[in-house]
Nanobody
Framework: QVQLVESGGGLVQTGGSLRLSCTAS????????MAWFRQAPGEERAFVAA???????YYADSVKGRFTISRDNNKNTVYLQMNSLKREDTAVYLC?????????????????WGQGTQVTVSS
């Protein structure tokens, strides 16, 4: 049973920073791409960033230059460093991984999902 556990969410003021973590367990092959999505109330789940085993990164336009995704393959953990946070970044952030080594911005490319961690940005 593959499990993804996120941590690091919280309440932060506009312009502040947060670092999210997500650790995967239960897989024998951890070479799949890992990604972050987010979902705000009443909205569809939206792609944020993804990273391959070889550390190639891919970002949504809305977070380029502000967010950085990284990965520690030895720890099966992916991180999301979020800087210059805006109110519109408020959402539940979910970690995902799957069987594909390439990065994709669509939810159906990822087979395993975490429960999510809440990020709230206040003015």
């Amino acid at each position: 049973q593959v499990q993804l556990v996120e941590s690091g969410g919280g309440l932060v003021q506009t312009g502040g920073s947060l670092r999210l973590s997500c650790t995967a367990s239960g897989r024998t092959d951890n070479s799949g791409a890992m990604a972050w999505f987010r979902q705000a109330p009443g909205e569809e789940r939206a792609f944020v960033a993804a990273i391959t085993w070889s550390l190639y990164q891919y970002y949504a336009d809305s977070v380029k230059g502000r967010f950085t995704i990284s990965r520690d393959n030895n720890k099966n953990t992916v991180y999301l460093q979020m800087n210059s946070l805006k109110r519109e970044d408020t959402a539940v952030y979910l970690c995902a991984t799957g069987d594909y080594r390439d990065v994709f911005a669509t939810t159906n490319a990822y087979r395993y999902w975490g429960q999510g961690t809440q990020v709230t940005v206040s003015s």
